[in-house]
């Protein structure tokens, strides 16, 4: 099924005879109708100096658990979608150019912080930190506009600061460390540099 948010992404360019893929927007237009159900879609060049090759990234949309948090699995389509998004685009697509739909590759992100908080509040602290650090780095609805973490962007110190600044009741950040995490196995690597 089709949410809502991603109909009102979908109406006005249904309007548009689209009949040949040319730009990176008709390919995400035409991704799009392939398959209502996905949650993001982003074209880019395939490999950087190779023109006439394309890369649509897709990511269906999913609901996250009781605690506001997505598995891993969730954000990577069938084969099923990405046949049909492939299909389409493959009829679309300019004589010559080479495409490759496909996940993104996802990184994930370990973040060590230190707050302090008054001694009453820490156990609520510590949770409403961890609510508000994934919320912000939610690759379906996070990032500074609410419309997922930005494509290929990397998580910065200062954001998780000023994320962090922000929970009720949290007096003082005094420390943030980030480490790359396998966002399967959760297992993390060295600290990242600042």
């Known amino acids: 099924g089709e949410s809502v948010e991603n109909a009102k992404v979908r109406a006005p360019n249904i309007l548009r005879v689209q009949e040949r893929a040319v730009t990176a927007r008709d390919y995400e237009v035409i991704a799009r109708e392939a398959a209502p159900s996905l949650r993001r879609v982003r074209c880019l060049p395939a490999v950087a100096g190779e023109p006439g ?51 993104p590759a996802y ?40 419309t997922g973490w930005p494509f290929g962007r990397p998580v910065q110190y200062g954001e998780v600061f000023a994320v962090l600044q922000g929970v009720r ?5 005094e420390e943030v460390r980030l480490f790359p995490a396998d966002p399967i196995t959760g297992r993390r690597g060295g600290a990242a540099d600042r």
């Open 53 to 103: 090759a394309v890369r649509v990234l897709v990511v269906p949309d999913a609901v996250a658990d009781e605690g506001g948090h997505l598995r891993f699995e969730q954000l990577i389509p069938s084969d099923q979608v990405l046949a049909a998004v492939a299909e389409r685009l493959d009829e679309r697509r300019l004589v010559g150019t080479r495409l490759v739909v496909e996940p």
């Open 107 to 146: 990184q994930g992100v370990t973040v060590v912080a230190r707050l302090v908080a008054a001694p009453a509040d820490v156990d609520r602290v510590r949770a409403e930190a961890l609510e508000a650090l994934f919320r912000h780095i939610d690759p379906l609805r996070g990032g500074a506009d609410g």
């Open 169 to 173: 009741g949290a007096g003082l950040v």
